[in-house]
């Protein structure tokens, strides 16, 4: 006796108490289910037939197999059900977006059945992930199928777009405002993590501390009947959490039709929109607006006019205006975002190709981009040539729309579920990039049951499509994904810090993530670019770190920064940073300096640096990547590949440069000689930076040391001072990045001078950093040696410093931030003489026992 009905109520009346509705059908849930509608319980076919249609997922979902499956049996007679025809059942496949649905649509059209296949037709004509099956219905239309021939013209002349809904000329609408910055933790509080890929519940949390109360004044608005528009001064800063735009969608979009739990469309109305949420929010199908938002506030009603770029007050008055910009978001828009747009476009190309008609941009069917024209001459920065060969050009120059090649696509824990579902309504069963790669450093050291699914199933989710997996307690992303890389190349990553030493990468939302693993490609609006360069040497006892705190400081001091929010300056925001003048660094030090681009709100970093570190580098990589095949690391073969592409790199590639005559959006020169002291990002902001003789003396309850800004080094260099020392009084938390870090660590005796020290020592990974794990206490003051210090980002109410790690062992000693003298007093004498043994990197290729990972 099935209690199939008896368990789905039971979780439907658990989700009510919630209020949100009940998760889509899981696989064993879609079998019971085509099993009673093909034995139907008296009165109960109307809710099965429900079920069937709406609450199931759709693409290459396990769930979506067994309801295709069941449909296309219908279809052909094998299955009966009393509540589906057969042309209900080729309607139905019709509405499940394109993967496993897809062969059966198609086999109806081949059928030339007179009633079935027009229901065919009609569904694959508005359907964009046909691409994935376009091969197959030209191949129909050339054998004479009338049917496939109407298919494909009417892929030609874009009719699964023409037949759209128009952009409305004006969206009535009432506001919700949070006032200063909102931040993606504050819309996906990062505690939260471990319901991300449930959209309806991780919704529940959106607000964080910062508007805890959103949610229920949205429920109120909701009330007088018009749709939301989300309003801030800053929205969207931080990481690149596509679970922060879901959150918001949900609580101010509409309903897909056919797709359970999933929302899109929405106003989102920003004095700055950073560009990765701006970026999700157009792939997501919601409008973005950036303009003045001082005369909005909640509860006011306002008409937005996109085409006209205006916003009126109820009186008919214009508040404020805005420029519809990048010029093809109304399309993106209508199309139910960037990314249906992007993938339609490819279908109408490829029928437009077939046909021999005239391009898709000669054919007046979309708007198109307002791309920039390179002058005679013209001159690239590094970023643009990168760029520019990742398209098949010379370069790329800013405000040009792009779908570069993406080589390297990195994905974590936490965003990995929403990457894979993305991926599976991608209906995609193999990854178009050349490398994916999957870490488990956020959720491994503490994991929650969901977590523990993660490890369970992510690994071969990834793996089967040809994605290379990590295993819990391998360590942070970056520090693997660095390791995997090509110079010169484009990636992507679903972490904000995917911010590669050797090439360039544009981190995104899973929902760009999934796109550019799946097809090899991103969409791009290429930034303009700062350039960032140093001169002079580093003074005695200042670090790297300093130096990326430098950024901020002189950038602050040369106008180009402020720290307030509300009018708030940056010239980094949305632009690439580039970084020349210190081209010996070592490719794992040259990290710190890219990484921190995320938290200049950068869209991404470029680092120049000589090839002798690099192919140091490579070597080394090459040495662990055979490692990762001989340890049995997934897909080999895509490792292998890589393999080879470095080691082609090493025989024939070239290093690129910047053109002596590329343009900067600003050029900021530093004089590493002006520096004499370090530097720390103040509580809590990271562009809030100080000179410690400006804040010493101030007391630090916990030292945390480790996240990806560090490497081996930081670790003997912090050992070494602590050594000797006893046990420190603040609570000091260590965590490498890489298990082999620790494992050099261990063998080299640090961490036993960490012990000592009474080191709470974690797993690599993220630890505090992340802060879903391990948090420190409730309102510690913190020095932490970690990527960013928001508003309770390491524990609740923390005060964080952010600085270098020689600066945390000092801090760790003394319980506060010493003046600039003690600072040297402690360190000096204690590192002096031995910067070869300290600051040497991860060779493995020079490792004597070789490496086993
Ligand atoms: S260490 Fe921190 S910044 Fe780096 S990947 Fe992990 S959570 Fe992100």
């Known amino acids: 006796m099935s209690t199939f009905f008896e368990d789905y109520y039971k979780h439907v009346a658990e989700r009510e108490a919630l209020g949100i509705p009940p998760l889509a059908l899981s696989e064993k849930q879609a ?26 997922n759709p693409g290459v979902d396990p769930a979506a197999h067994v309801k295709a499956n069941f449909l296309v049996g219908v279809v052909k007679g094998a299955n009966s059900c009393e509540v589906i025809t057969k042309a209900d059942a080729v309607k139905l496949l019709g509405t499940m977006v394109g993967g496993f649905n ?16 027009p229901l065919a037709a009609d569904a694959l004509k508005n359907m964009v992930l046909a691409v994935n099956c376009f091969d ?10 009338a049917t496939a021939k109407e298919i494909v013209a009417s892929w030609a002349n874009a009719e699964w777009f023409t037949n759209a809904e128009d952009i409305p000329a004006e969206i009535k609408t009432i506001i919700y405002k949070v006032d200063g910055e909102t931040n993606t933790d504050d819309f996906s509080p990062a505690k939260f993590a471990f319901t991300r890929a449930d959209i309806p519940l991780h919704s529940t949390c959106m607000g964080g501390s910062l508007f805890p109360e959103g949610p229920e004044t949205i429920a109120k608005l909701k009330e007088q009947d018009l749709p939301i528009s989300f309003v801030g001064d800053v929205v969207g800063t931080g990481s690149s959490r596509k679970s922060a735009c879901n959150s ?11 797709i359970p739990n999933k929302r899109r469309g929405g106003v989102i109305i920003g004095g700055i929109i950073a560009p990765i949420f701006f970026n999700t929010a157009e792939d997501s199908g919601a409008l973005p607006v950036q303009t003045d938002v001082s005369g909005l506030s909640t509860g006011q009603i306002i008409t937005v006019k996109p085409l006209e770029g205006k916003i009126l007050a109820e009186d008919g008055s214009e508040i404020t205006s805005f420029e519809v910009k990048p010029n093809t978001i109304l399309d993106e828009y209508r199309a139910g975002g960037r990314v249906p747009l992007i993938i339609g476009k490819q279908l109408t190309e490829k029928a437009r190709g077939v046909l021999g008609l005239s391009s898709i941009e000669e054919s007046g069917l979309f708007v198109n981009p307002d791309n920039p024209a390179p002058a005679a001459g013209q001159g690239y920065s590094l970023a643009q040539k990168m760029v520019g060969n990742a398209c098949g050009v010379e370069g790329i120059l800013p405000g040009t729309a792009c779908l570069p ?12 579920p929403m990457t894979a579902s993305e991926m599976t309504e991608l209906a995609c069963l193999k990854f178009n990039a050349d490398l994916v790669m999957q870490s488990f450093c956020h959720t491994a050291a503490y994991p929650k049951p969901t977590d523990v699914n993660t490890h369970a199933t992510l690994p071969d989710y990834i793996s089967n499509r040809g994605g290379v997996s990590l295993a819990p307690g391998d360590g942070v992303i970056h520090s693997w994904l660095n390791r995997l890389l090509v110079p010169d190349t484009v990636g992507t990553g679903g972490d904000s810090h995917t911010r590669f030493p050797l090439g360039i990468s544009f981190p995104a939302g899973s929902g760009l993530v999934a796109f550019a693993a799946a097809l090899g490609v991103m969409p791009l609006d290429m930034p303009e670019s700062v350039l960032v360069r140093f001169k002079g040497d580093l003074q005695p006892g200042v670090t790297l770190r300093d130096v990326v705190n430098m950024i901020p400081y002189q950038a602050i001091q040369e106008g180009h920064l402020t720290v307030a929010k509300q009018g708030k300056v940056n010239i980094f925001s949305g632009r690439v940073l580039e970084i020349e003048g210190l081209p010996e660094l070592k490719v794992e030090q040259a990290f710190e300096l890219t990484d921190a681009a995320a938290e200049r709100s950068a869209a991404a970093a470029t680092i120049k640096l000589n090839r002798e570190p690099i192919e140091e580098y490579l070597n080394s990589n090459i040495t662990l990547m055979e490692a990762m095949i001989a340890g049995g690391y997934k897909d080999p073969d895509t490792l292998r590949k890589r393999i080879a592409d470095v080691k082609d790199w090493m025989a024939n590639g070239e290093l690129m440069e910047a053109d002596s005559n590329a343009e900067y959006a600003a050029i900021i020169e530093i004089d590493l000689n002006a520096m004499t002291e370090p530097i720390v990002a103040c509580p809590n902001d990271p562009d809030d930076v100080k000179k410690i003789s400006d804040v010493a003396g101030n007391s630090i309850e916990e030292v945390f040391i480790g996240s990806c800004m560090t490497n081996i080094g930081h670790f003997r260099a912090a050992a070494t001072v602590l050594e000797g020392e006893g046990q420190v009084e603040p609570r000091l938390w260590v965590c490498p990045p890489t298990k082999m870090d620790a494992e050099q660590l261990t063998k080299e005796g640090y961490y036993s001078k960490f012990s000592a020290a009474g080191a709470r020592l974690e797993m690599p990974g993220c630890s505090l950093c992340m802060g879903n794990q391990a948090r420190v206490k409730d309102n510690a003051t913190v020095f932490s040696t970690s990527t960013r210090n928001f508003n309770n980002r390491l524990g609740d109410g923390a005060q964080v410093y952010l600085g270098s790690a020689e600066l945390a062992a000092a801090v760790a000693l003394i319980g506060r931030i010493p003046t600039p003298k003690e600072y040297q007093d402690i360190v000096t004498p204690k590192l002096e003489g031995k910067d070869d043994a300290i600051y040497q990197y991860l060779n493995f290729h020079l490792l004597e026992d070789g490496l086993t990972v």
Do not use: Y
């Open 31 to 56: 079998e019971e289910l085509v099993a009673l509608l093909q034995d139907i319980p008296a009165g109960k076919g109307e809710e099965l037939l429900d079920l069937l249609t709406n609450r199931i």
């Open 102 to 117: 897809l062969q059966g649509l198609i086999d109806v059209v081949a059928s030339e059945d007179a009633e079935l296949a």
């Open 136 to 145: 197959e219905v030209n191949a129909l239309a050339d054998g004479g199928n």
């Open 248 to 258: 918001l969608l949900w609580h101010i979009g509409d309903d897909i039709p056919f």
């Open 405 to 416: 090649k993406m080589t390297t696509v990195g994905s974590q824990d936490t965003t990995g």
